[in-house]
């Protein structure tokens, strides 16, 4: 049975950090396409980073782009998103997700891009950022 699971969030002020985990359990993420998504309050789910299988190259939505970083450690089976400089608008529940499809969670980031329901969902963790 496979399970992601996600870990690290929390509560931080404006411009603080936290490292979020996702952790699989019955497949191997470095064969697959990882995504971080978010769901704000009251708003739709969107597409946060994510990070290829063979050549790991990440993407990052605009409003992302450096202050957060996905990297994965295969040894631990493990994808991170590093977020710095955190935003109020930054508060959401934020999932990690993957798809068998290795082409479907990047085609999220890319130019009209849409958010499909991947094979595999985290229940996701929450983050919020306020002073």
């Known amino acids: 049975q496979v399970q992601l699971v996600e870990s690290g969030g929390g509560l931080v002020q404006p411009g603080g950090s936290l490292r979020l985990s996702c952790t699989a359990s019955?497949?191997?993420?470095?064969?697959?396409?990882i995504g971080w998504f978010r769901q704000p309050p009251g708003k739709e789910r969107e597409g946060v980073a994510c990070i290829t299988t063979h050549l790991s190259t990440t993407y990052y939505t605009d409003s992302v782009q450096g202050r957060f970083t996905i990297s994965r450690d295969n040894a631990k089976n493990t994808v991170y998103l590093q977020m710095n400089g955190l935003k109020p608008e930054d508060t959401a529940v934020y999932y990690c997700?993957?798809?068998?499809?290795?082409?479907?969670?990047?085609?999220?980031?890319?130019?009209?891009?849409?958010?499909?329901?991947?094979?595999?969902w985290g229940r996701g963790t929450q983050v919020t950022v306020s002073s």
């Open positions: 997700a993957t798809d068998r499809n290795l082409g479907a969670v990047l085609a999220a980031f890319l130019p009209g891009g849409h958010i499909y329901a991947y094979d595999y």
């Open positions: 019955g497949l191997t993420l470095e064969s697959y396409t």
